[in-house]
């Protein structure tokens, strides 16, 4: 089953490594000096939910998660790249190379410096001379850009193709953008939404930068990140942000996380991602760093309920991108795999999958010879069309062939 693929985007120095270090504890290089990514940098990181486990009274073996204390902690993939810097889609900066590098992600998380202290480019200017609203445009119309570049390369040719072999130019856009995880399903909404009429290729000329917006908005959809949010001049750019933008805004303090994520690995706290307060355990071995830690406490924690960063993981995945958790298994009363391992697999997919199409998910050969599914604990049986519901334990019926 494919992992859910995020991209950290935005300008050079904006905290976009350091808010994959916080995620992911990967160690990814950061620096005060813009581009200090180059080659784009993975992790993994995991959002929290209650296991089933608890519900169902059983000591959990899991495979591909984890659980602690009765929360499940699911694998998201992140994907850091370099800096994007104006002209970026026109190749200046390391420009498409890292736009290219972003074609399988499903979503964008912008981080943006909301301290305003850095220029277009990264560079440190006097603290909040910025307006980090215009960071979010620019971004948003470098995207449009790059998409645009990619249709537009091509787009006579296209056109002439279209007309002669008698294919909709829909067609063959799909096709064109199939590269960039851009479903058909998206594009065929996309050119309904705008007023493009699909034979009339003087419609597509006129609404072409109105359907390349639609389109990024469905198939990247970006979420702001108002990062350094520790820093005095972010509060009051962060609540502009609000207002203008109305939604998709959150305020973190990266920097903030990798302290709280560090100082727990060494067990001087104890911490766990999410929560708004740490317990000291070793304060000798804190030494001066406990200021630091209750600063954090007192001017984030406190103010904002949390570092920000386990928060906007958790509404990406089930507020926005409206995922569910279903735990597939082979004994209904055991809850195991053919194994013997308790609550094995715990998926992530999108709320209306189908008991077909998760079978699919699965194994193409369940999906194939697919005979029904049967509901944990009750065993209650569901057909192909049954919309899993959060939390669905589910075994498969397949035939064997
Ligand atoms: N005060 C504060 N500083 C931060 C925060 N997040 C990152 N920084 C600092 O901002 C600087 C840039 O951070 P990076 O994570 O390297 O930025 P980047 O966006 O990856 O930069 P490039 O790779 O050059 O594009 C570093 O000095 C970080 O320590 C934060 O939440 N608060
Ligand atoms: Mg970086």
Redesign the pocket.
Known sequence: MNIMLIGIV??????????L?ALTMVG??????????IEPNRGTAYVRTKCKCTELGVKDNPRNSICENGFRFLPIQFL?V??LVPGASEGRGLGNKFLDDLRQADLLIH?V?A?GSLDAE?NQVNKGSWDPLKDVSFLEDEIDSWIKNIITRDYIGMKKKAEAEKIRLSKLLTEKLSGLKISPSDISSSIFESDIIDDDPKTWDENLDNLVTIIRKKSKPIIVVA?????ETAHENYERMKEILKKDVFP?????EVVLRSEQEKGTISYTPGDSDFKILDEEKLGKKKEILLKIKHEILERYGSTGIQKILNYIVFDKMKMIVVYPVEDLTKYTDKDGNVLPDAFLVPKGTTTIEFAGKIHSDFAKNFINGQLAPSGRRVGADYELQNNDVIKINAAVK
Not at 252 to 256: H, Y
């Open positions: 935005g300008k050079p120095s904006a905290g976009k490594s350091t808010f270090n990814a290089k950061t620096g005060s000096y813009p581009f200090t990514t850091d370099a800096g981080v410096d301290s990264g990062n350094k949010i520790d820093q973190a303090s990266a920097l903030s």
